[in-house]
């Protein structure tokens, strides 16, 4: 409706944002998930020995990493516009 008040409009808008950085998050875990799963796990059967997990652990740091490079980039091209 255009006669919401501007602070109403604020408040959707923001809950609008939240939502959608809520689900490109759950889309990046999924990604994370199966990225790092199909590179590091089973090589011994049913259960991760511990060259798996501390693969599976490096493999999410750098994912982790390269996300927040990503973001802080955006970050500043978008401060300078």
Do not use: H, W, Y
């Amino acid at each position: 409706p255009k006669n919401l008040p501007p602070e109403k409009k604020t408040a959707i808008m923001a809950q609008a944002q939240q939502q959608a950085n809520q689900q490109i998050m759950t889309g990046m875990i999924e990604s994370m998930t199966v990225a790092c799963f199909e590179k590091c796990a089973g090589t011994s059967g049913d259960r991760l020995d511990g060259k798996e997990q501390s693969c599976l652990a490096n493999c999410q740091d750098r994912f982790l990493d390269v996300r927040k490079a990503v973001q802080d980039s955006l970050e500043k091209r978008q401060g300078g516009m």
